[in-house]
Nanobody
Framework: HVQLVESGGGSVQAGGSLRLSCEAS????????MGWFRQTPGLERDMVAY???????SYRDSVKGRFTIYKDNTTNTLYLQMNSLKPEDTAMYYC???????????????????WGQGTQVTVS
């Protein structure tokens, strides 16, 4: 049973920083391909950043240079360091992880990942 436990959300002023954490357990593959998505009410859940099986990182254009995704493999924890936050970054942020090694390897895990419960980020 995969568990993704997120923490670190909150309210900050524009220009501030937050760091989100996601601790993964229950499946080896869930600790390899992981990422962050975000969603605002009435809109689709969008990819923010993710780490592929070979370690490469990808970011949506609007967060490049401001957000950094990284993992601590000793604790199976995924992080998202968010700097220079803007009001448009306000959203519920979800941790995501691959369900299978095949999906992790091909990248298709992004379509149907395991989800965490979400953590709210509000920038004013």
């Amino acid at each position: 049973h995969v568990q993704l436990v997120e923490s670190g959300g909150g309210s900050v002023q524009a220009g501030g920083s937050l760091r989100l954490s996601c601790e993964a357990s229950g499946s080896p593959v869930a600790t390899i391909c992981m990422g962050w998505f975000r969603q605002t009410p009435g809109l689709e859940r969008d990819m923010v950043a993710y780490i592929e099986y070979h370690g490469d990182r990808s970011y949506r254009d609007s967060v490049k240079g401001r957000f950094t995704i990284y993992k601590d493999n000793t604790t199976n924890t995924l992080y998202l360091q968010m700097n220079s936050l803007k009001p448009e970054d306000t959203a519920m942020y979800y941790c995501a992880a691959a369900k299978t090694f095949g999906a992790c390897y091909t990248g298709s895990w992004l379509l149907r990942p395991h989800w965490g419960q979400g953590t709210q980020v509000t920038v004013s």
